[in-house]
């Protein structure tokens, strides 16, 4: 069985451009989550997809991140413009919507912002 | 609001100790308890505890959880060089599939 799929696995860009993220969950899995980890800190939530709805986007800063899951599967998250503190891991994760519930983590992007 | 405490925020022991790592919670609607161990890559699944006082056993790796005292521990017996990592814990949120993490634990094993 695949993983969770996601590119690119690293990014480099200047301040100020826009970046985008795929992923692609474990093939049934309708729960997607995208996390923001920085150095030294857990994951934290950036936004919450049950389907293609996104169900939680509390902590997403809609200013600058949006992100989509049109059909339901794989999910786009997006930064325009980026900022230098945007540099972080970004972690894409998803899970079956029933027991037991675990999520399974892809290898993330990590994105640098000079 | 809902938050999850590790600790000790690192740890450095040498092969064949014994390690406990500890991971309080504040969870509004707790339904579970998850552990992670993140290597240089991403956080791979290692227990999911939802009942107090069952342990759960892998290995060298044992969890347990404590429902009334809202904490869980991680137990690694004989640790070894490849437990070297940071260790994640997670609370779910009942009825969500919304969950809270810690900071984690960073775990060096020396040779």
């Known amino acids: 069985e695949a993983g969770v799929v996601q590119s690119p696995r690293y990014k480099i860009i200047e301040k100020k451009q826009p970046v985008a993220f795929w992923c692609n969950p474990i093939s049934g899995h309708n729960t997607l989550y995208w996390y923001l980890q920085n150095l030294g800190q857990g994951p934290e939530l950036l936004i919450r997809?049950?389907?293609?709805?996104?169900?939680?986007d509390s902590q997403l800063p809609k200013d600058r991140f949006s992100a989509e899951r049109l059909k339901g599967v794989d999910s786009t998250l997006k930064i325009q413009p980026a900022e230098l503190g945007d540099s972080a891991v970004y972690l894409c994760a998803s899970s079956l919507g029933q027991f037991p519930y675990e999520q399974y983590f892809g290898p993330g992007t990590r994105l640098t912002v000079t | 609001e809902d938050k999850v405490v590790q600790s000790p925020l690192s740890l450095v022991v040498h092969e064949g100790d014994t390690v406990t790592l500890n991971c309080s919670y504040e969870?509004?609607?707790?339904?579970?308890l998850l552990w992670y161990k993140q290597e240089k890559k991403a956080p791979t699944f290692l227990f999911m505890l939802t009942s107090s006082g069952i342990e759960k056993k892998s290995g060298r790796l044992s969890s347990i959880l404590d429902k009334k005292e809202l904490f869980s521990i991680l137990n690694i017996t004989a640790t070894q060089t490849g437990d070297s990592a940071i260790y994640l814990c997670?609370?779910?949120?009942?009825?969500?599939?919304?969950?809270?993490f810690g900071t984690g634990t960073r775990l060096k094993v020396l040779a």
């Open positions: 997809y049950e389907n293609e709805e996104a169900v939680d």
């Open positions: 969870v509004t609607n707790f339904r579970s």
């Open positions: 997670a609370g779910k949120v009942s009825g969500t599939y919304k969950y809270i």
